[in-house]
T-cell receptor, first 113, second 111 residues
Framework: DPKIIQKPKYLVAVTGSEKILICEQY?????MYWYRQSAKKPLEFMFS???????DNQTASSRFQPQSSKKNHLDLQITALKPDDSATYFC????????????FGSGTRLTVL | GDSVTQTEGLVTLTEGLPVMLNCTYQ??????LFWYVQHLNEAPKLLLK?????KRPEHQGFHATLHKSSSSFHLQKSSAQLSDSALYYC??????????FGKGTQLIIQP
């Protein structure tokens, strides 16, 4: 059974629209992350959260907003979508600490037309 | 800031030959280093990570040695297998909140 669930697996959106990417983890971890993978920038760090609070943010655009309703949930809302946002978005989790292993979900592949 | 540089692009090898993927890093402190592997249409997963006591980590025939003097953590395997074909990422961690990944090396093992 997958321990980090991402929904949907594939997503097609039109330019200018808004989408929410869902992530739930059942590993009992206290930190969650979003990474983006595209041809231009493989595995780019976006956000890190712990206990529903933002720890670190590497995304310049305010169009990307993480949302955490529970400590094992970290959704990603993307507004005013652009074709350049097309990428695979990976949710990940870990125990908070130095050198802790990062576990990735299976990803949401977003295509913006 | 932190950065990781690894063998970029595509590396093609013949099955049975040794594998070496380079990784060097720049860091203000003494980071931990990792190798993650991503097979086609799958999520990245941990392959191995450095130890604090300088032991050489090994997994699935792969090993890597952290050399602080040269800021390197090269990935090696004595004999490549077809199933080793994947995208390999070197990454470093200084603090508790993120990993910084290199650009990835696509390894293709051919018969």
């Amino acid at each position: 059974d997958p321990k980090i669930i991402q929904k949907p697996k594939y997503l097609v959106a039109v330019t200018g629209s808004e989408k929410i990417l869902i992530c739930e983890q059942y590993l009992g971890h206290n930190a969650m992350y979003w990474y983006r993978q595209s041809a231009k920038k493989p595995l780019e760090f976006m956000f890190s959260y712990s206990y529903q609070k933002l720890m670190d943010n590497q995304t310049a655009s305010s169009r990307f907003q993480p949302q955490s309703s529970k400590k094992n949930h970290l959704d990603l809302q993307i507004t005013a979508l652009k074709p350049d946002d097309s990428a695979t978005y990976f949710c990940a989790s870990s125990q908070l600490g130095v050198a802790e292993t990062l576990y990735f979900g299976s990803g949401t592949r977003l295509t913006v037309l | 800031g932190d950065s990781v540089t690894q063998t970029e692009g595509l590396v093609t090898l013949t099955e049975g030959l040794p594998v070496m993927l380079n990784c060097t890093y720049q860091s203000t402190y003494s980071p931990f280093l990792f190798w993650y592997v991503q097979h086609l249409n799958e999520a990245p997963k941990l392959l191995l990570k450095s130890f604090t006591d300088n032991k050489r980590p090994e997994h699935q025939g792969f090993h890597a040695t952290l050399h602080k003097s040269s800021s390197s953590f090269h990935l090696q395997k004595s004999s490549a297998q077809l199933s080793d074909s994947a995208l390999y990422y070197c990454a470093l961690s200084e603090g508790a909140d993120r990993l910084t990944f290199g650009k990835g090396t696509q390894l293709i093992i051919q018969p």
